[in-house]
């Protein structure tokens, strides 16, 4: 029997690389604002992540990853996206996707506008929104769920067209996030991300502009895409720092300026620390984050990630 016991041990100790525990799973479900839409995020470091719906996604899913990789953290990154869709969609067409395992966290969004076929209705949203929740306890019933409520279009607010036209460049941001918190409470989600409100912030703080059609300014950060609608490669930073702070509950200024993603994306290390500050203001804004900045001793030049 030692015998037997000894040569187990033996096998156990030469398998112990591949024997680790799988790291925390994360589901992200969404649309062109979860993958990326018009800029370098939507195809970054996709072998990191998995894309249920096998397109080589990376976008943000891939840049939570790298920053959970940079703290030290394990997660298991998938996600399951369609662009110009709500969660609605998802629920018709995708469950049988998404339910094929127990996730530990999920983080969902719906349409940009609440509801595409009636913007600013928030009802579908709410409604769906719990459904899905629904569907997710049923395979694990203490997942995290997490809801994120967008940016304010641009594309929406100064056209006269737009479904918020003649409103500050504030106002959606604000109508999306009262909507994404009747659907948090109905749902018993874990928590409301910021996003919109965050977008909301670098404006306000003149980090970045609030404008793009009348120029962007020298020394600011335009959050949009060509398409005045989409994040920019620097607005889907901000988002996944503010998933990465609220699921994590890390500080995200803790990545640093010399943050190896911004870095391959092409964004300077001033921007950098000034995303990783927005994020921090408003996570600290809507509730307990510790403060945790990583400050170097001396100025050093950026480096590419690691290897997977």
Known sequence: MKVRLSLVAVLLLALGGTMRAAGTSILFVGNSFTFGSGSAVRFYRADTV????NEGIGGVPALFKSFTQQ?????EVALETRGGVGIDFHLENKLG????????????????TLDADK???GAKLVATAKQM???LRGRNPNVAYYLTATWSRADQVYPAKGAWAGQPIEAMAKDVRVAYDKAALASNAKGVIAVGEAFNRAMATGVADPNPYDG??????NLWTYDQ?????????LEALMVFGSVTGRDPRSLGQNECSAYELGMPTSEAKALQQIAFDQLS???SITAAPLVLPKSVNPERCSAR
Do not use: C
Not at 229 to 237: F, V
């Open 97 to 112: 996707v998404i339910g094929r395992r127990p996730w530990d966290v999920v983080v969902a969004h719906g349409y940009s």
């Open 50 to 53: 998995t894309d249920l719906n």
């Open 71 to 75: 703290a030290g953290l394990d997660y």
């Open 285 to 287: 804004a809507g509730g």
């Open 119 to 121: 913007p600013r209705d």
């Open 229 to 237: 609608y989409h994040a920019s490669t620097q607005g889907y930073y």
């Open 216 to 221: 962007v300014d020298h020394g600011k950060i």
């Open 133 to 135: 929740a629904d569907f």
